[in-house]
């Protein structure tokens, strides 16, 4: 999929809603000896939206009209506003205020004209790429059991992802609060599709800060005490980036270089550059519902003082200075606040991932067995845990279920005590103006903080995150996951700091190839389907998530070992990232977990105690206590090893083994660094990584439950 830099929007982005008009219908359906561009100029109801194409150039660069693109080969979805459609956003901005006279010729300047030009264009057309399909009206994202409003998998040309609304109106769909025209929908051309709209698409242009700046001002917005709270933290700023410039420039410039190639492992795959660097938030934000409840007052009278006082009395973050000094990290209300914040957008449907946990069906979506993300929040740095499971009723946040987690369980919720059921995420609002540029804002009914019982429940249980997971970039840019199956997003090339710092967590050196696949349709056993694979003379130095609570913790590495190509690193670790210290000996990640070290034309067999499950659970668990012996452990059970749906889990496959890097005391103030190094002299070798996890004394030295296989 082609992405284009586009002109910032000067003026603040208007949602049209729906218009009537008589749409000539003579001519419709399939036209496959059409362009789209032919099909639009012989249809006089889109002569406006077919001249604007022809005025505005896919880029600041670029002397090209997005009208020769469209006439081009691709796939295409075209949501193409009509002329009275057009029309009717030109009144709406009359009546705003923004200018005189609801035609064209009464703009200022052409900056403005251009702008809008952009606003109607580059949001009415998806690009899919040579690999992906255009979305027909059968193929659009579907409503989740919880939401009758969802993204789009790929964003528009305004790097945008717009939202699919369904209503209870038969045969009614709606794209950003615009009706999809009932008769003039799926006309098919040679290299796409075109959908008539009633509106003109124009997702919000407002980032976060800026939204919750209105929200602030309106009793009605839900979320005003929300809105305040960020604004008395002096958070607006750390909230309101969007996008990185700097980055921006350097990449249309090509003075970042776009692709990198594979180095001598016979694939000669090429990876690609991610175009972007956005940055994104999620705000967990209990509403005024809530606080007009826990206070007593109408919302528009709760000051900064009612709410400091009501956290008070609920005796959170003891420790935390009670002064109206709220902009200091070490105040209460700034503490409250910043852990309901994370530094990366979270659509719905990411929230929790699911790919290939066991049970899974990707076409049925339907939660089955108990899956967690950790992330690290802003501010102080502590852990959010996001949890769903098909008993769940939804995604929750810091919920701790009993799960059926035996050797012969199932791994789902079999109860949950009323104190441990966490918060359930509502349903954002991604409608109109509430379409944040930059973030997300999720509903919640329950005062959210990291108590003293939270911490000790994380500890309590073993922590474990995809990789990916740890930078926000991954989310923020669509890198982690990411569905689209062509070249340029299935490979992707993170440049080397010397080129340009992309991962802020993340130091990179300049021999250091850092590539990641998303794995998608690719069947490798590996948790949710990605893979990281770190190639050339490999130096790299990690910020791991903080730990919930002092104590002694092992750290864990899990890869799909055995590859021949794999290579061997040294493993550091600290709190002072330029003094690591050394973890033990070399990591040979090409020794797999039934003892076979991969050597082209060599095997010799390495005993580390490894055995397949059998029948008798009692022998199980000496191999698992053998293998813990020599710093190994099986695979997890909770994901299977291959593509969603695979009878074996990475348990029962001998690839899929985790290593024990240390054991060492953590505190939760502390922050942690780990490095690798290659020590092979080979710079077409892979560092491989997978998944880590943290997993306390109290869990994996427990003499009463032993640790769980999942």
């Not at 994370?342 to 449907?349: A, F, N």
């Not at 009723?393 to 279920?401: A, D």
Request: hydrophobic share 30%; aromatic share 12%.
């Amino acid at each position: 999929m082609r992405k284009y830099l586009f002109y910032a929007l000067a003026l603040a982005s208007i949602v049209v809603t729906g218009c009537t008009e008589n749409i000539d219908t003579s001519a419709r359906y399939v036209f496959k000896e059409e362009t789209i561009t032919s099909y639009l100029s012989k249809h006089e109801q889109y002569s406006e939206y077919y001249r604007l194409l022809g005025e505005v150039a896919v880029s600041k660069y670029s002397e090209t009209k997005v009208l020769q693109l469209l006439s081009a080969r691709g796939n295409y979805t075209v949501f193409a506003p009509t002329n009275n459609a057009i029309q009717q956003y030109l009144d709406t901005l009359m009546q705003q205020g923004l200018i005189p006279e609801a035609k064209w010729e009464a703009f200022p300047n052409d900056r403005k004209r251009d702008s809008i030009s952009h606003v109607i264009v580059f949001n009415s057309i998806i690009d899919s790429g040579d690999d992906y399909s255009y979305f027909e009206i059968n193929n659009l994202p579907s409503p989740t059991a919880t939401s009758n409003s969802v993204e789009f998998t790929i964003p528009n040309m305004n790097d945008r992802k717009l939202v699919v609304q369904y209503t209870n109106r038969p045969d009614s769909i709606l794209i950003n609060n615009c009706d999809i025209d009932r008769s003039n929908r799926d006309i098919l051309c040679i290299n796409g599709v075109i959908h008539a709209m009633h509106g003109v698409i124009s997702p919000s242009n407002n980032t976060m800060d800026q939204m919750l700046k209105k929200y602030a001002e309106d009793e009605n917005s839900g979320f005003v005490i929300a809105a305040k709270l960020i604004e008395a933290c002096g958070l607006s700023k750390d909230i309101s980036a969007d996008r990185d410039e700097v980055y921006e420039d350097l990449f249309q410039t090509d003075k970042i270089k776009k692709t990198e190639n594979s180095i001598g492992d016979g694939g000669n795959e090429t990876f690609h550059t991610p175009e972007h660097r956005y940055f994104g938030f999620t705000y967990f934000a209990e509403t005024d519902e809530f606080w007009t409840s826990a206070i007593g007052k109408n919302v528009m009278d709760i000051t900064m003082e009612d709410v400091m006082t009501y956290l008070d009395a609920q005796g959170i973050y003891p420790e935390a200075k009670r002064d109206i000094n709220y902009k200091e990290k070490d105040n209460l209300l700034y503490q409250f606040v910043t852990y309901h914040l994370l530094p990366e957008r979270l659509s719905p449907d990411k929230l929790v991932y699911h790919y290939n946990e066991k049970g899974y069906d990707i076409n049925r979506k339907t939660p089955t067995v108990a899956v967690m993300e950790f992330y690290t929040t802003m501010g102080k740095r502590r852990l959010l845990k996001l949890f769903e499971s098909r008993q769940s009723n939804g995604v929750h946040i810091n919920r701790f279920p009993n799960l059926d987690d035996e050797r012969q369980g199932t791994y789902h919720e079999l109860s949950c005590d009323p104190d441990k059921e966490g918060i359930r995420i509502g349903e954002p609002n991604l409608e109109g103006d509430n379409n944040i540029r930059n973030g997300i804002i999720y509903p919640i009914d329950k005062l959210l903080y990291y108590s003293d019982e939270t911490r000790a429940n994380l500890q309590k249980q073993r922590i474990r995150w995809s990789v990916p997971s740890m930078w926000p970039e991954f989310m923020n840019n669509d890198i982690r996951c990411n569905e689209i199956t062509d070249e340029k997003h299935k490979n992707v090339y993170i440049p080397t700091d010397q080129e340009y710092k992309y991962l802020e967590d993340v130091d990179i050196s300049k021999d250091t190839k850092f590539f990641y696949w998303t794995g998608r349709g690719n069947g490798w056993a590996n948790m949710q389907g990605d893979e990281m694979t770190i190639r050339g003379i490999t130096d790299c130095i990690m910020r791991l998530p903080p730990v919930p609570m002092r104590g002694t913790y092992e750290l864990r590495f899990a890869i799909q070992s055995g590859g021949e190509r794999r290579g061997m690193v040294q493993f550091y670790w600290g709190s002072n990232k330029e003094k690591l210290v050394a973890m033990g000996i070399p990591m040979d990640l090409r020794q797999a977990g039934d003892n076979t070290l991969h050597i082209p034309g060599n095997d010799p067999v390495s005993d580390i105690g490894y055995a397949l499950d059998t029948d008798d659970e009692e022998f199980n668990a000496e191999v698992d206590k053998r293998l813990r012996n020599n710093g190994f452990m099986k695979g997890c059970n909770q994901y299977c090893a291959g593509a969603p749906g695979s009878s074996t889990m990475m348990r029962g496959n001998t690839n899929c083994i985790r290593r024990i890097i240390i054991r060492a005391t953590m505190d939760p103030d502390v922050t942690y660094y780990i490095r690798f190094k290659t020590v092979l002299d080979d710079e077409t070798r892979f560092f491989y990584m997978d998944y880590m996890e943290y997993c306390a004394k109290e869990v994996y030295d427990n003499p009463e439950k032993p640790e769980d296989i999942w």
